[in-house]
């Protein structure tokens, strides 16, 4: 054992409300050797972490959701990129990239070979954070928000809020790719801009454009056919009121409500809209697609795309995982800047 490890671990859930840097703790812990592998094990060193904004009800404590709770004492875990660096498992070697849902975030971690899957380490033009990115969760879920459950089709109009984000920036290109006009809302004009030169067609700063009302209607004056909701709060209640007749919303995520008190939460007054309109609202969880045939679509559509370079995605990288939980903490504030990943450390072992 030496004590070169780092983990990150939770001090206490957090029921409602924002959290804070103090509701972490980064502690050094011992790492473990490959002696203290049992079969079908293998130890894993952390390239890098992804941040999710599904951590904040991983925080919650609740028993109550379509995934546990992270428990006190206990490191937070999450999708990630690791290298092996020993194995007792007939499917993995030393050297090998690996991902999954399950990473703690521990620089070297012990993870049984059932949960992670092998990435390839060396494609020209994509990195390992790729995996966590373009390639990855939020890519997919963008596809499947969009072209699997609203069935988007050329000449109709959709609203993309957090437009910028891991999830929306791929939603507008996909979109645009399909014919459709694109209006994105984002929370900085660095982030209008970004939108922009994705090709949508009108991108507006929610913060500091004055009535939400009026920046949607005269972005889409005659409504909307789709909106991808990542926010939920007072654009999902604006977007409610512009629905055309069989307009679809994919609820993909609610960000603007995941910190919200009783007293602080947005009541919808729209919801009207859905009868008068025939609006459909898909909610969906992204872990239950995987294994079904949109996978390979996705996989198919998106990885030719990127390496002809008809797709852009923006990472956002932190660096060193003791700045891990501040990293986290800025979803929610809206201070990353595309997919917000944590690097731990290099391929090479450096970092
Ligand atoms: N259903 C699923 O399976 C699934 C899978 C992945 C993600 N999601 C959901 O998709 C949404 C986007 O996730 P992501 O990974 O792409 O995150 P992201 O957009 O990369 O980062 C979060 C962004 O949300 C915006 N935001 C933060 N607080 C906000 C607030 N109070 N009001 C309005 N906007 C706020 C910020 O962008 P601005 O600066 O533009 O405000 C922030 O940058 C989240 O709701 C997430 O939970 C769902």
Known sequence: ???????????????????????????????????SLEPNQVLIRSLYFSC???????????????????IPGNPLEGRG?????????????????????????????I???????????NTAGISPADYLGVLGMPSFTAYVGLVFLCKAQPGETILVSAASGAVGQMVVQLAKARGLRVIG??????KVDFVKSLGADVVFNYKTCGSLQETVKKAAPQGID??????????????LSSMRFFGRIAACGMISQYNATPETAYHIKNLGNIVTKKVTIYGYIISDYFDKPVYKEFIDEVSSKFKKGDIQYRLDEVFGIENAPQALLDLFEGKNFGKRVVKVSDVNGTL
Not at 52 to 70: A, E, I, M, N, Q
Not at 111 to 121: E, R
């Open 1 to 35: 054992m030496t004590s070169s490890n780092v983990s990150i671990k939770l001090v206490r859930t957090i029921p409602s409300g924002s959290p804070a840097l103090e509701d972490f703790v980064v502690e050094a812990v011992d790492t473990p050797s490959e002696s």
């Open 52 to 70: 999710d904004p599904y951590f904040r009800g991983r925080l919650s404590g609740t028993k109550d959701s379509y995934v546990s709770s992270f």
């Open 81 to 109: 990129i690791g290298t092996v660096e020993a194995s007792t498992s007939p499917k993995f070697i030393k050297g090998d990239m690996v991902t999954s849902a399950a990473f703690k975030w521990e620089k070297y971690f």
């Open 111 to 121: 993870s049984s070979d059932g949960a992670l899957t092998k990435i390839p380490s």
């Open 185 to 190: 809302a984002a929370g900085s004009d660095d």
């Open 226 to 239: 789709i909106y991808f909701d990542n926010v939920g709060g007072e654009l999902l209640d604006v977007a």
